[in-house]
């Protein structure tokens, strides 16, 4: 087995942690090991090492041999490896792949459970336009996101605070959502 | 409004004769971490982003009437003695103490609602209270996290949840913690078991102020390590459910080092108290050791005089920032050794402290 870090040396530090009746295991080579500092007095050594020296090496190019690059806020992967930050929030999707795995050994499910932010969805931040539907049988769905009352509550928010970007964009976003909406027939309106 | 205007008083965490709900389980806290949907994080953002971006937020926090006429400051207004009290009064981390421009903290004037901006992520609204009752302090954030909500764009992924710059805090982006203090466990080597069993289960225990498990005068902190996977309000039962388990442990040992060791107890707390009377030289971790021997003693009826309220306030007061601010000069740590221990002789002879054994 290789080290899950350097990709290159043979793994011959194993560590496996339990915590709440998941297994997580790493498999590290001796110089990796000791680079991140194992501690194996310390249970939870795991997720900060992790951290530490990285994430495998899988996807780290695009198919062009380019190391990828976040294209928010241009961090490459070799930044985040040493920094062990990320640069904004579309960076989720640009390191996917690397993030995956981190994310599945630190908690406890994949999947986030609890509050969302009850005025403004989501991570595409321009709504998508719905296709007016070819058949009547076929009833578009309304896409989930913040209602035009929402929108019109964060526009005048922004203008409040002289945020005339925002505003502008949110002012985008209502114009777009109104005629999606138009075109939706509101629930139980004959067709 | 200067932060020497805070250092007369206890802080949130450390309201004075809180009461007895409070010996054991001393205070707790809940964090939230909050990104704006499009803008980079701090760390990546460099000074002049920060700036911006600070302009944009500190505005819209500011009008929410949680804050009630928020106080705050940017942290190039602050000099270093300043940052430290804000620390010592857990209203900033160390990382928004170690920034400059474009970082800055907002409170309401009781300092138990608060929010750092550009810190490790754009926002991080806190609450925090005496005792340990976490789904209070749940309701209290979580409303006031909603109202910002609506004036400002939070980054936030249907799979993922709220996005932080550290993937550790991707999904509810919180942190509840509560603050117990363990001397009985501590003095029966009992806090290496706990502490193991705890992270079974998902939940850090970290000493105050030491590392690992090493603990300035017997505070610990427990506290969730994960966030994706587990709602706010499951976890807060949780969590709840440990400190109320921790706090009966704590009081069980307690009863069992009066029934079958009143000797070790008496002598824990007659040599603390000894060495407070006497000493000349007192660094912040012996002090702390000591005083939390004798709030066990006053806890237990083993010393008279003197009130946990007024212990808190000791306890702030002997902060190496709040020792300093109150000699109102900066100090070398061995002044500061010698100051701190004469408050300590002048306050507990003024209590008119002593063993009641
Ligand atoms: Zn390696
Ligand atoms: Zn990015």
Known sequence: ?191 | MTVDDLIRRPGAWLLTDAGPDTEIAVSARIRLARNLRQAAFPSWAGEEECVRILNRLRPAVESLPFLDGAWGWEMSELDPVDREILCERHLISSELASRNRGSAVVLRSDESLSVMINEEDHLRLQVMRPGANLMGLWEEIDAFDTALSELVPYAFSPELGYLTACPSNVGTGLRASVMVHLPALRLMREVEPVVKGLNKIGLAVRGIGGEGTEAMGNMFQVSNQMTLGEGEIDLIRRLEAVVQELTTHERNARARLQEKHPARLRDFVGRAFGILMQAHILNSQEALDLLSALRLGIEMDLVRSMGGGELNRLMQSILPGHLQRQARRDLPVEDRDQLRAMMVRERLKEAGAEPAF
């Open chain 1, 1 to 191: 087995m290789k080290c899950q870090a350097c990709g290159a040396n043979p793994a011959t530090v194993h560590l496996t942690q339990v915590m709440d009746g998941k297994v997580r295991e790493i498999h590290l080579c001796e110089s990796c090991a000791e680079q991140g500092g194992v501690n194996l007095q310390n249970a939870l050594s795991l997720s900060e090492l992790l951290l530490k020296i990285g994430v495998p090496e899988e996807g780290a190019a695009t198919p062009d041999g380019a190391e990828r690059s976040c294209p928010g806020c241009h961090m490459r992967r070799s930044d985040f490896k040493k920094t062990s930050r990320l640069g904004c929030a579309e960076c989720y999707t640009a390191f996917s792949a690397d993030l995956a795995p981190l994310i599945a050994s630190m908690h406890k499910g994949e999947r986030h459970v609890g509050k969302t932010p009850p005025g403004g969805l989501v991570t595409p931040v321009v709504m998508p336009v719905v296709p007016v539907p070819s058949s009547p049988a076929e009833t578009p769905s309304i896409p989930v996101g913040p209602t035009p009352e929402q929108l019109h509550k964060q526009l005048a928010a922004a203008i409040v605070v002289e945020n005339y970007e925002e505003a502008a964009l949110l002012r985008d976003q209502i114009r777009l959502l109104e005629e999606v909406l138009a075109r939706v027939p509101a629930k139980g309106t004959p067709p």
